[in-house]
């Protein structure tokens, strides 16, 4: 069982950066892959991260290539989402996920919500125009 608890999340302006934490619990947090994914009202949840264990290889999403970075800190069990030139678009809850121990997936596995088995409760970004 693996128990995640996000933070960083806040109410920036346009241009902005933030950075968000995932606070993750278990056992062997280095074979864990693990993803940034959200959520807009009325929209339904979509990738925006991951990085994947083996071979320390990361993925994005297209509409924040280039702007955000994915990182995590193993011997803390942290993952981070470093997000710049935020716009409103960016506004959403923002959770990251953990895949089971030890699987091996594709950066394209890497980017499906079902590839996720647990996840943590959110934190909300709001981006002012």
């Known amino acids: 069982q693996v128990q995640l608890v996000e933070s960083g999340g806040g109410l920036v302006q346009a241009g902005a950066s933030l950075r968000l934490s995932c606070a993750a619990s278990?056992?062997?947090?280095?074979?864990?892959?693990m993803g940034w994914f959200r959520q807009a009202p009325g929209k339904e949840r979509e990738f925006v991260a991951a990085?994947?264990?083996?071979?320390?290889?990361?993925r994005y999403a297209d509409s924040v290539k280039g702007r955000f970075t994915v990182s995590r800190d193993n011997a803390k069990k942290m993952v981070y989402l470093q997000m710049n030139s935020l716009t409103p678009e960016d506004t959403a809850v923002y959770s990251c996920?953990?895949?089971?121990?030890?699987?091996?997936?594709?950066?394209?596995?890497?980017?499906?919500?079902?590839?996720?088995?647990?996840w943590g409760q959110g934190t909300q970004v709001t981006v002012s125009s």
């Open positions: 278990g056992r062997s947090f280095t074979t864990y892959n």
């Open positions: 996920a953990a895949d089971a121990l030890n699987r091996y997936i594709t950066p394209d596995q890497a980017m499906g919500v079902t590839t996720y088995r647990y």
């Open positions: 990085s994947i264990w083996t071979g320390g290889r990361t």
